[in-house]
């Protein structure tokens, strides 16, 4: 299982049980909730490769594009 505390700590942003972290390849998510959800995505939201179902990575990428411009600070 993935070291959810360091996740959290290295996030530039969690929602709703989702971290977020920029890196040079897009924005990294992980789903904090079930320890296994992960995916990349691109700065305007479009999937770039995931584990997620579709539901788990719709309710991860509207979360994303509601609360994006507080990850700029």
Do not use: H, W
């Amino acid at each position: 299982m993935p070291d959810l505390q360091k996740i959290s700590d290295d996030a530039d942003m969690i929602v709703c049980g989702f971290a977020y972290k920029k890196t040079d390849e897009g924005i990294r998510v992980f789903d904090l909730n079930n320890g296994v959800g992960a995916a990349v995505i691109s700065t305007d939201g479009s999937l770039i490769e995931t584990n997620m179902d579709d539901i788990e990575f719709s309710i991860a990428q509207k979360n994303y594009l509601t609360n994006a411009k507080y990850m700029e600070a």
